[in-house]
Structure formats: C-alpha cells, structure tokens
C-alpha cells in the first residue's frame, strides 16, 4: 500500500493542475517498455471514455462540494494562496491564463486537456474537462488524470476550478486578475485541498509548489508573446 501512494502521489501535483484500481472512475496508469518486444503498451484513452470518467467521478465523489471533510472522517483540508504580477492587461493576462490548452507545454508533463462539455449559463462559462499528464516515475510513464470543472466569469476577471484526481484529492481553486497600474495585472490562486489526513501536508505542499512553477511559466509566455 506504501508503495502504491508513493507510485500515485509522488506525480500527482508535479503539472499544472491542477490528479487504483483499474476499475476506478480515474486511473493512475503506467506505461512501459516490453524489452522483449521492443513495443510500448498504450494506455491511451478516448475523449468519449475520458467523459464517463469524468461524469463517474463528479457523481461519486462530488467534487464540486466545498462543505470541510467532517471531523473523524479520516480526511484534512489545508489552503493557501499564492500570487504573481504579470506585466500585461488583465484582459489579456486573463483570457491566456484561464485557457488551460496555454499551460501544455508550460508544464512539461502536461500532455492534453479533453474538453467534455463547454456551455455558458447566466453570464458563466462552464468547462468540464480531464487534464493527462505523462510523468517518468522508476523506470515507468504515470498517466495521471484530472477531472476538473472550471467557471469563467469574464466580466468579473476571475474563475474556479474543481478538481478530483487518485488518490481521492479534491481541490478547489479561485483565480482572480487585478489591473494594478501600469499595463500589469495581479494574478492571485486561492487554493484549497482536501485529502486522506496521512497525505494533506505533502497534497498541500506539492500542490502549491506546482502552482507557483506554473504560474512562473504563464508569466514569461504571456510576457514574451503578447510583443
């Protein structure tokens, strides 16, 4: 069992998300060379198999609830709340940084973002999604999936995103853009995180850290490519 968190934890919050069993609503999959064969098994799923994934996980695990895990339930929560000044327009630095298909490639692990369904409601943008990420781990690649549903609110400069990956980690996200002078715009992530009670702290401090990396990277490529 040990092993089994270290092998699905280690990746989990090394991209930009923003994440078993092989039955399970989300897998942490590995793929490998077959020395005999010289072959790669390919693990990788459709867009239609990744969308009842997602809608699996959104029912089971109701990821879009913000209620605090209830004492004794063997379950933490931990927030923080990191910020980075981007030297463009908040217009501009928002409508880059909300698209996540901008953060592949910023991520290096980040492979694709499957959108399941995009609509808009009462003046908000709804996107359910599943973010891949292909991460080296011993000698092995972890496919690591992110179901997510985000909320733009452009006419308020700021969005949210739920997210529920293995094993069982929940975050909620609030990203807010600030013109603050000057042509430049404060990007601040209100992130919470709630996990097993055994995980919390490295959920948190891996999370966070992911965030930051991210963050760096969106800077420099909203910076350099806006000209």
């Not at 996540?100 to 499957?114: M, Q, S, Y």
């Not at 985000?150 to 975050?171: I, K, M």
């Not at 490295?202 to 990396?213: I, K, L, R």
């Amino acid at each position: 069992m040990k092993h089994f968190l270290r092998l699905v934890t280690a990746p989990l919050f090394a991209g930009a998300l923003l994440v078993s069993g092989t039955a399970g609503p989300a897998t942490a999959n590995t793929t490998a060379a077959d020395t005999t064969a010289n072959t790669t098994v390919d693990t990788t799923e459709t867009d239609a198999e990744l969308a009842a994934e997602w809608q699996t996980a959104w029912d089971t695990h109701a990821f879009y609830d913000t209620t605090p895990p209830a004492p004794g339930s063997g379950r933490s929560r931990a927030t923080t709340e990191i910020s980075i000044e981007i030297d463009r327009p908040v217009g501009q630095v928002f409508s880059a940084y909300s698209n996540l298909d901008n953060h592949i490639g910023v991520n290096p692990f980040l492979k694709r973002v499957a959108t399941h369904a995009d609509s808009r409601r009462h003046g908000t943008r709804y996107v359910n999604l599943t973010a891949i990420e292909e991460i080296p781990y011993q000698g092995t690649t972890v496919t690591n999936k992110v179901h997510a549903q985000q909320r733009l609110h452009t006419a308020g400069f700021f969005y949210e995103t739920d997210t529920w990956s293995e094993p069982d980690v929940v975050t909620h996200q609030m990203i807010t853009f600030k013109q603050v002078g000057d042509g430049r715009t404060l990007v601040t992530e209100k992130l919470t995180f709630d996990a097993d009670t055994a995980l919390i702290d490295f959920v948190a401090a891996n999370g966070t850290a992911s965030h930051q990396q991210t963050q760096a990277g969106l800077k420099q490529a909203i910076e350099q490519g806006a000209g």
